[in-house]
């Protein structure tokens, strides 16, 4: 392990020995700390920049994470890593299979000439949450790139973000979507980009009951930090496991749902089911909040969810 990364530790053995500082105190500055010096990958001016991967055990940041993410020299170092070695085995052993890039950094161009952009001045902001291996990372790039790698990403460390156009009754609605990690060590940064958040889509995995259960706690950080009216959907994800794996049922999901009065679908990123219609319903409605009309403005995303789950159960197009 380099020095950089064995720093936190240090600190706390030597602290833990002053009279003058309690543990408490001193697990606070050493996270306080950690989360600074995690920060400043945060302001990378590049997208892709402020996404690190890394694995498990710490080894390594994921070599794979979105296909042709190049972590920064200082974040590998951060984890104790030497660069230019794993420049070189992220070269040899993965940028054959990913050399398309992860496309979708740049808006999706549409193609429809005569479709109008609804607010050109926003983007609108999307924040997929949830607890760690919910799928949130797959699930945005099944949706970006309509694939799924099975086991392809490690855990999401800090953020990411990618742009989508949704079209939505012939109007384009820009989707900045933000990928965040789900572990409990990185939720004060996340925290920071609740706050002009447009939407939010919170997965939980249908084959986990833990991470069902922390759903609660997760509405109790969106209602703390999120803006009133932000759109609330809540996805249960792995919805393709067969039932001896499952354990939270359908009607479960939907029972949380209408008791915090926020729409929900099942979805697989491995399968693509309602992934679509997950942004498709995010941008109408998040269109139907900020418009005029009044017939638009009765929109309702669980009715149109409900609806549209009803009719079909893969993905739609977009414009509806
Ligand atoms: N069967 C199945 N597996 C999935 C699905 N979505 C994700 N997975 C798997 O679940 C694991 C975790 O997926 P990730 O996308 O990395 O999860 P995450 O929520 O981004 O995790 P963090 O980055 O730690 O917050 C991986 O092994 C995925 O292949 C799905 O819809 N079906």
Redesign the pocket.
């Known amino acids: 392990m380099a020095e950089d990364q064995k720093s936190g530790t240090d600190d706390a053995s030597t602290l833990s020995d002053d009279v003058f500082e309690d543990q408490a105190e001193t697990e606070k500055r050493i996270e306080q700390k950690r989360q600074s010096e995690l920060a400043q990958y945060y302001n990378y001016p590049s997208a892709l920049n402020s996404r690190l991967h890394y694995e498990e055990d710490h080894r390594a940041p994921s070599p794979s994470g979105y296909p042709g993410y190049k972590p920064p020299r200082e974040a590998l170092q951060f984890y104790g890593l030497d660069p230019d070695v794993e420049y070189e085995r992220r070269n040899r052993d993965y940028y054959d299979d990913y050399d398309d890039g992860w496309r979708s950094y740049k808006y999706d161009d549409d193609e429809n000439e005569c479709s109008r952009l609804f607010d050109p001045t926003i983007s609108h902001k999307t924040i997929l949450l949830?607890?760690?291996?919910?799928?949130?990372?797959?699930?945005l790039v099944k949706y970006n790139t309509g694939e799924?790698?099975?086991?392809?990403?490690?855990?999401?460390v800090g953020i990411a973000l990618t742009n989508k156009i949704v079209l939505v009754d012939n109007t384009k609605v820009k989707l900045q979507i933000w990928?965040?990690?789900?572990?409990e060590r990185f939720r004060s940064v996340t925290h920071a980009y609740y706050r002009d958040a447009h939407a939010l889509l919170l997965?939980y995995d249908v084959t986990s009951k833990t991470s069902f259960d922390n759903i609660r706690a997760w509405l109790v950080e969106i209602k703390e930090y999120a803006q009133e009216d932000v759109v609330i959907m809540l996805l249960g994800?792995?919805?393709?496991?067969s039932s001896s794996d499952r354990q939270v049922k359908r009607d479960e999901g939907e029972r949380l749902a209408r008791e915090y009065n926020v729409a929900f679908m099942e979805?697989?990123?491995?399968t693509g089911l309602n992934v679509e219609l997950a942004f498709l319903a995010v941008a109408r409605q998040i269109k139907c909040r900020r418009t005029e009309s009044i017939d638009e403005a009765r929109f309702n995303v669980q009715d149109f969810v409900k609806e549209q789950s009803s009719a079909k159960e893969t993905c739609l197009p977009c414009s509806m």
Do not use: I
């Open positions: 949830g607890d760690s291996g919910v799928g949130k990372t797959s699930f799924f790698r099975a086991g392809s990403f490690s855990a999401t990928d965040t990690a789900g572990q997965l994800n792995k919805a393709d496991c979805t697989s990123a491995k």
